[in-house]
């Protein structure tokens, strides 16, 4: 194990703190958003969705493409994580550290939040963007975090997997988290993911049906996986990053580089 870390440290380092920059990026815009003094904050709550799922989807995109998500893979979310190790191409001590850092830096990621806006981030409005059930319950909650996340892992092993698709697999996902929110977030919050989830609950000390958070997105995307290479086969997933099509290291047990299918295209 320690001798993992030292080889691997950078790519752990870069998965906190994607998911940190996440945090404070989901703090900050939700916070200009929906809280009373925010001008906007009186708009419809579809309209403010938007405003939040576009600003969500960018940040997303943006920390995919950003040169620590193309060497980390950008998985940023222990479902994601978790599902790769599932596909074999992940090794356990890769996905054990990877699955630690990022829930520290979530945790990280919301007390920088904290400190940058004080009480706005506490206010009932605001609330540390806990994801809790929406007004029909944790069943639903359950079912609708399930459902996105299969959508998500589905997406991204499709794409990712298509050579003429595969750089354009953080823009598809990007597409879906803005979606997500602005559609699904009444139901559930929008989470997908247990260390986003943990990060917000533990400051606002709010664990409300937590059950629903850190099983139904690993739930969705391993049913997902499951489904995919079945219909493909195992072979036909190639790596466990998102974006592939650079010039940085690769941890994982990658078929990109037995295919060369990352020679083909173009870097971006």
């Known amino acids: 194990m320690i001798n993992t870390i030292r080889r691997h440290y950078p790519e752990y380092l870069m998965e906190a703190a994607g998911l940190g920059i996440f945090m404070v990026a989901a703090a900050v815009i939700t916070a200009a958003v929906v809280h009373p003094s925010s001008p ?24 995919i493409y950003s040169p620590w998500g193309k060497q980390s893979g950008a998985h940023y979310n222990p479902a994601v994580t978790l599902t790769f190790l599932h596909l074999g191409k992940v090794k356990p001590k890769d996905a054990f550290c990877y699955v630690i850092a990022q829930l520290l830096g979530g ?63 953080g823009l598809f996902a990007g597409a879906l988290v803005a979606t997500y929110i602005i559609i699904e977030a009444p139901l559930s919050g929008m989470s997908m993911n247990p260390a986003r ?17 850190l099983t139904a997105p690993i739930l969705g995307m391993f049913l997902a996986s499951e489904i995919y290479v079945r219909i493909k086969e195992q072979q036909a997933v190639c790596c466990a990053k998102l974006h592939h099509q650079n010039h940085k290291r690769c941890i994982f047990r990658c078929g990109f580089k037995a295919q060369k299918l990352s020679d083909q295209l173009p870097d971006i």
């Open 40 to 63: 906007i904050s009186q708009i419809d709550p579809l309209l403010q969705r938007s405003l939040i799922g576009i600003g969500m989807g960018l940040t997303a995109i943006s920390l």
């Open 197 to 213: 989830t943990i990060a917000s609950a533990i400051p606002a000390n709010n664990w409300t049906a937590i059950w629903v958070y």
């Open 107 to 169: 945790s990280l990621g919301i007390l920088i939040a904290a400190k940058l806006l004080g009480n706005v981030l506490s206010h009932p409005s605001v609330d540390y963007i806990v994801t809790i059930p929406g007004t029909q319950g944790a069943i639903i909650a359950f079912f609708a975090e399930l459902v996105i996340s299969f959508g998500l892992m589905m997406t991204v092993l499709t794409v990712s997997n298509t050579a003429r698709l595969a750089r354009w697999t």
